[in-house]
């Protein structure tokens, strides 16, 4: 992708689909998989995307280097400087909304990921902590951590700690598939039981600002509803 050309890192991520890639299972996580949990399609960011996403960046990040260092020769009008900068942020915007789509999930399918290293006070009682993710192509993220053997993506019946945010791309080369999350209300709900057998209580975590890394992430996509999945993508890209 030629360095500052937003128009050229769009094309590469759209030649670069799909976004994800469905990888084989082991047998033993086959054999264990519980009736509800079969029925469930775990994905994970393709290899080719993420490389695609990576050069891309790369590309935004020296446009937007370029725009901040000025450049305009001695003589040019003010309006065509302005009407340059005023075309890069649109570009600049094209490429994060095309982005975010590539990120944002469905509402069939969410992302998971072992929580155990952001939650140590959790896993300390929950050592399987799992956290679920659910990112609006609006910008509103839906974040919850619970216990790993919760199975298609519902907590009922075991604790959850969960809360409403707002998320946004980073857009940085050289962490290409990292998102923020912006968690102003923090977690509400039941935490893990303590020492005592069932002593599940109702616990909070403050307002909090978390990076993920949606390429250690699993997208998980409930089986039954995988085709208004792929018609979603589609209507997206038309």
Request: net charge negative; proline share 5%; hydrophobic share 40%.
């Amino acid at each position: 992708v030629p360095a500052g050309d937003i128009g050229a890192a769009i094309a590469a991520l759209e030649a670069a689909f799909p976004v994800f890639d469905c990888p084989p299972l082991s047998a033993a996580v086959t054999d264990s998989a519980s009736a509800d949990d079969s029925k469930l399609i775990r994905k994970v960011l393709a290899r080719r995307f993420v490389q695609a996403l990576g050069e891309a960046a790369a590309a935004a990040a020296m446009l937007a280097t370029t725009s901040s260092t000025g450049g305009c020769s001695a003589g040019v009008k003010e309006y065509e400087a302005i009407g340059e900068d005023e075309a890069e942020q649109e570009e600049e915007e094209e490429f994060e909304e095309v982005v975010v789509w590539c990120f944002a999930n469905t509402s069939s399918s969410w992302y998971e990921y072992p929580a155990g290293a952001d939650w140590p006070q959790f896993a300390e009682r929950c050592p399987d902590l799992k956290a679920r993710v659910h990112l609006a192509p609006s910008g509103l993220v839906n974040y919850s951590l619970g216990p790993q053997d919760a199975t298609n993506g519902s907590l009922a019946g075991y604790w959850s700690l969960s809360g409403e945010g707002c998320w946004r791309v980073l857009g940085d080369s050289a962490h290409p598939t990292q998102v923020t999350l912006e968690m102003c209300q923090g977690l509400a709900g039941q935490g893990p039981a303590g020492v005592q057998l069932n002593d599940k209580r109702a616990e909070s975590v403050a307002p909090f600002v978390l990076s993920i890394d949606l390429g250690r992430c699993v997208r998980v996509v409930d089986g039954d509803a995988e085709e208004e999945e792929e018609e979603d993508a589609e209507d997206e890209e038309q």
